[in-house]
């Protein structure tokens, strides 16, 4: 299994800056890709960015130009720089890795890190 610890939550000013972290430890050579989400309260999780084995990059139209996810070579580590943060930036957020184990789907969680961004 993979077991992911976030870091780098905060509160910031609008156009602010902040970098998320997230550390996987495990069975790391089974994740195929990584990535951020987001859950604002009374809202559903929703998708921020992903990143793939082959460095291939998705995002929320929301995040596009702001928002840049990154991975270390060894793979173990995400980031997710966050440029010119706006209020409804300001969420919970979930860092997640999916892989495959004995040739079944798996996805992990990461315990959450609050970004709160004011006006």
């Known amino acids: 299994q993979v077991q992911l610890v976030e870091s780098g939550g905060g509160l910031v000013q609008a156009g602010g800056s902040l970098r998320l972290s997230c550390a996987a430890s495990g069975t790391i050579f089974t994740i195929n890709a990584m990535g951020w989400y987001r859950q604002a309260p009374g809202k559903q999780r929703e998708l921020v960015a992903t990143v793939t084995n082959s460095a291939g990059t998705n995002y929320a139209d929301s995040v596009k130009g702001r928002f840049t996810i990154s991975r270390t070579n060894a793979r173990n580590t995400v980031y997710l720089q966050m440029n010119s943060l706006k209020p409804e930036d300001t969420a919970v957020y979930y860092c997640?890795?999916?892989?495959?184990?004995?040739?079944?789907?798996?996805?992990?969680w990461g315990q959450g890190t609050q970004v709160t961004v004011s006006s």
């Open positions: 997640n890795a999916e892989g495959v184990v004995n040739f079944r789907k798996y996805v992990s």
